[in-house]
């Protein structure tokens, strides 16, 4: 018998039922969307959004490239349309009519300071073991990235999981009420965004803890009790009506940490989970995955995943391109371990990142280079000199610097562990060839605007000869 051809994700017409819109053209079926014109698959809905540019200007493009139909705000050329009075709104209404045709699909909402992104894609692999599933790709966790990715769910999905950022105020909760999760979460708090914040790390906190406003009644929220602003986190989910699960390294919490053990190949975690103890694996060394896992294991349990089927995707789950993507690179003499956190940082995130590098056996010297940290207002300079501290607690061996915020730390650190210090990544980025040698272990970390991914890059190019994550660092 030939294969039954899969359903579309939507058709022409059922678009313009969900946003409310009418249609002009043939009723096609459309198995994408996307709002940029060069990202087209055939078949996708080009959404006309307005941004820097207005998304009109390029429908005639999109159409070109295979786009099934559009949905815009006044008439276009080039193929069938769907007129709505705001764009963005019928892009809102359409995730929701996603979310509501589907029933059965049990969500998930991910939230945090540090390592949603990171969590999020690791409870996706748990979900795709368990089923047919769906999931934010990228970091798409803003008021446009949110609904896209609602819409973007077929109607065959079971679980889903979608990340929910901030960049201000008043952001998570309506994001969190499009979702409609039955588990939300929040991986940590920290000083992040809090030039945002009038009252810093709480207002941060509280916006966090928004998420569990957009549950299901009786959802779950799970909640991070080792941080400073745990308590807040604790009450908001009660007051939300949530059943609440906590994680961290204290007694009581229903899934606590008790050792974290890293390694080559990854890193041994030793838990207690609703009373019982857990020995399993993890294919990440950083330290912060303990803590990452538990959370990781506690939303997968809220959405009817079996324990087994988690660790089995934590075992297999690897680092994320500039979230800790390990790799060897083979230079004359030897070779040096590049791991590559160049996507994001925050104090936070940096002292993790340190803590981790400090933790990994090295032939050679520990180096971190590092770039500026972004939207810390007027802490920015207390926070990077502060950076002096757990640096010095790793024992790292050498810090290059870039970027004129970085240079408070550069000055703040002993001459001792003071390598280079340059005015922008891109200088730094030149000097590749000098800042590491063989048998070093070097984790380039900073803000993705201070673009310390030109690092990381320089540092990989200076490859010389195949080589392999198994590959030994020469002795040093």
């Given at each position: 018998?030939?294969?039954?051809?899969?359903?579309?994700?939507?058709?022409?017409?059922?678009?313009?039922?969900?946003?409310?819109?009418?249609?002009?053209?043939?009723?096609?079926?459309?198995?994408?969307?996307?709002?940029?014109?060069?990202?087209?698959?055939?078949?996708?809905?080009?959404?006309?959004?307005?941004?820097?540019?207005?998304?009109?200007?390029?429908?005639?493009?999109?159409?070109?490239?295979?786009?099934?139909?559009?949905?815009?705000?006044?008439?276009?050329?080039?193929?069938?349309?769907?007129?709505?009075?705001?764009?963005?709104?019928?892009?809102?209404?359409?995730?929701?009519?996603?979310?509501?045709?589907?029933?059965?699909?049990?969500?998930?909402?991910?939230?945090?300071?540090?390592?949603?992104?990171?969590?999020?894609?690791?409870?996706?692999?748990?979900?795709?073991?368990?089923?047919?599933?769906?999931?934010?790709?990228?970091?798409?966790?803003?008021?446009?990235?949110?609904?896209?990715?609602?819409?973007?769910?077929?109607?065959?999905?079971?679980?889903?999981?979608?990340?929910?950022?901030?960049?201000?105020?008043?952001?998570?909760?309506?994001?969190?009420?499009?979702?409609?999760?039955?588990?939300?979460?929040?991986?940590?708090?920290?000083?992040?965004?809090?030039?945002?914040?009038?009252?810093?790390?709480?207002?941060?906190?509280?916006?966090?803890?928004?998420i569990f406003q957009g549950l299901i009644p009786g959802g779950t929220a799970v909640a991070n009790g080792d941080v400073a602003f745990?308590?807040?986190?604790?009450?908001?989910?009660?007051?939300?009506?949530?059943?609440?699960?906590t994680f961290g390294t204290d007694p009581g919490h229903d899934a606590r940490l008790k050792d974290f053990r890293p390694d080559a190949e990854g890193a041994t975690v030793l838990a207690d989970l609703f009373g019982k103890p857990l020995e399993y694996r993890l294919a990440q060394s950083g330290a912060h995955w303990g803590l990452n896992s538990l959370c990781v294991l506690l939303m997968l349990n809220a959405l009817d995943v079996e324990l087994e089927t988690g660790l089995q995707a934590l075992a297999g789950f690897q680092p994320l391109a500039g979230r800790g993507q390990t790799r060897t690179v083979a230079v004359p003499g030897g070779a040096f371990t590049l791991i590559d956190e160049s996507y994001n940082a925050n104090p936070l995130s940096m002292t993790a990142g340190f803590k981790s590098l400090a933790a990994r056996p090295a032939a050679g010297r520990r180096i971190a280079v590092l770039t500026d940290m972004l939207e810390l207002g007027d802490q920015s300079r207390a926070l990077h000199e502060g950076l002096a501290q757990p640096i010095e607690a790793a024992g790292l061996d050498l810090v290059h610097a870039a970027g004129p915020q970085m240079r408070w730390l550069y000055e703040a650190l002993p001459t001792s562990r003071r390598g280079l210090w340059r005015e922008t990544a891109a200088e730094l980025a030149a000097e590749a060839s000098v800042l590491a040698g063989p048998g070093d272990i070097v984790m380039v970390k900073g803000s993705n605007g201070s673009r310390a991914s030109l690092v990381a890059k320089a540092l990989a190019d200076l490859q010389t000869a195949p080589s392999s994550p198994d590959t030994p660092p020469a002795p040093r």
């Open positions: 018998m030939p294969d039954t051809p899969a359903r579309p994700l939507w058709t022409a017409a059922e678009i313009a039922a969900a946003t409310g819109g009418v249609l002009h053209g043939d009723d096609r079926p459309v198995t994408g969307l996307t709002y940029n014109s060069r990202e087209i698959v055939p078949g996708d809905l080009f959404l006309a959004l307005k941004g820097a540019r207005d998304g009109h200007e390029f429908a005639a493009s999109a159409f070109a490239a295979g786009a099934a139909a559009a949905l815009v705000e006044r008439p276009v050329e080039g193929g069938p349309y769907v007129v709505v009075p705001d764009t963005l709104h019928g892009l809102e209404a359409l995730g929701v009519a996603a979310r509501e045709r589907a029933p059965q699909v049990k969500r998930g909402a991910v939230t945090g300071s540090v390592g949603k992104t990171s969590v999020t894609q690791a409870i996706k692999a748990g979900l795709d073991l368990a089923g047919p599933a769906h999931g934010s790709i990228k970091s798409y966790n803003n008021h446009i990235g949110v609904p896209l990715t609602l819409a973007r769910m077929p109607v065959e999905t079971r679980r889903a999981v979608f990340e929910i950022g901030m960049n201000a105020p008043g952001e998570i909760a309506p994001l969190s009420r499009f979702v409609a999760p039955h588990a939300a979460c929040v991986t940590t708090v920290g000083p992040v965004h809090i030039e945002a914040f009038s009252d810093g790390e709480a207002g941060v906190a509280r916006e966090k803890a928004s745990s308590g807040l986190l604790c009450d908001a989910a009660r007051a939300a009506g949530a059943r609440l699960v």
